[in-house]
T-cell receptor, first 113, second 111 residues
Framework: EPEVTQTPSHQVTQMGQEVILRCVPI?????FYWYRQILGQKVEFLVS????????KSEIFDDQFSVERPDGSNFTLKIRSTKLEDSAMYFC???????????FGDGTRLSIL | QKEVEQDPGPLSVPEGAIVSLNCTYS??????FMWYRQYSRKGPELLMY????GNKEDGRFTAQVDKSSKYISLFIRDSQPSDSATYLC???????????FGQGTTLQVKP
C-alpha cells in the first residue's frame, strides 16, 4: 500500500540553526500538510499546500517556517532559525483532495539543543 | 471551551471486550470526522472516515457521528492486545483539509 515517507527519523540541531525536514507524499495525492506534536500534547496543524502554494496556515507557522515542493515527489518544511520550543515530532500528510482522508508519515523527531 | 475534547485515559480493558472511545466538539461547522490509531513512535494511521452524521462499520470498528449532540464515537468489538495504542479523533470543516485533533485516548487491551 502506498505510504508517506519522511526523512530523517530524528534530527538534532543547535538552536539558531536552519533545519529542513523532508517528505515524499503518496504519488497521486494533490494536497500536502505538515503537523507537529509536542511531547504530551495534541497533534497541531501547521500548513496545507496545494497547486504549489500555501492554502492555509496556522498561527504557529510564522516567518521562520516555509514549505516547498522542489520537484514532483518531495515536500519540505524549513525552519530558518530554530528555537528550543520547536522541539517536537513533525508529521507530513497527504490527501487526494482537500476534504479526503489524510495519510500520515511516521514523523521526524526534531530535537533543538 | 476547547474545540475538540477527548478523555486521555488511560483505558484498560480485557481482551475480547467492547471498547467505546468518544470525542466532543464545539464547532458546528465540522463536516468530516476521522479516527486515527497511533502506535508509539509512529505516525497516525487512518482507521475511519465519516462525512456528516451517521454510522460507518469496517470489520471490528464502528464509527458514529451525532452532529446534533456534537459527539463522535469509535467502537471496537472483540478487542485484541494489538489494539493497544493511542486513538485520536480528528475533524475538519475546510476544503483545505486542516484537521483539528483531540488529545488522544490511550488504550491498553490486556490478554
Amino acid at each position: 500500500e502506498p505510504e508517506v515517507t519522511q526523512t530523517p527519523s530524528h534530527q538534532v540541531t543547535q538552536m539558531g540553526q536552519e533545519v529542513i525536514l523532508r517528505c515524499v507524499p503518496i504519488s497521486n495525492h494533490l494536497y500536502f500538510y505538515w503537523y507537529r506534536q509536542i511531547l504530551g500534547q495534541k497533534v497541531e496543524f501547521l500548513v496545507s499546500f496545494y497547486n504549489n502554494e500555501i492554502s492555509e496556515k496556522s498561527e504557529i507557522f510564522d516567518d521562520q517556517f516555509s514549505v516547498e515542493r522542489p520537484d514532483g515527489s518531495n515536500f519540505t518544511l524549513k525552519i530558518r532559525s530554530t528555537k528550543l520550543e520547536d522541539s517536537a515530532m513533525y508529521f507530513c500528510a497527504s490527501s487526494l483532495q482537500g476534504n479526503q482522508p489524510q495519510h500520515f508519515g511516521d514523523g521526524t523527531r526534531l530535537s533543538i539543543l | 471551551q476547547k474545540e475538540v475534547e477527548q478523555d486521555p485515559g488511560p483505558l484498560s480493558v480485557p481482551e475480547g471486550a467492547i471498547v467505546s472511545l468518544n470525542c466532543t466538539y464545539s464547532n458546528s461547522a465540522f463536516q468530516y470526522f476521522m479516527w486515527y490509531r497511533q502506535y508509539s513512535r509512529k505516525g497516525p494511521e487512518l482507521l475511519m472516515y465519516t462525512y456528516s452524521s451517521g454510522n460507518k462499520e469496517d470489520g471490528r470498528f464502528t464509527a458514529q457521528v451525532d452532529k446534533s449532540s456534537k459527539y463522535i464515537s469509535l467502537f471496537i468489538r472483540d478487542s485484541q492486545p494489538s489494539d493497544s495504542a493511542t486513538y485520536l479523533c480528528a475533524m475538519s470543516w475546510s476544503n483545505t483539509g486542516k484537521l483539528i485533533f483531540g488529545q488522544g485516548t490511550t488504550l491498553q487491551v490486556k490478554p
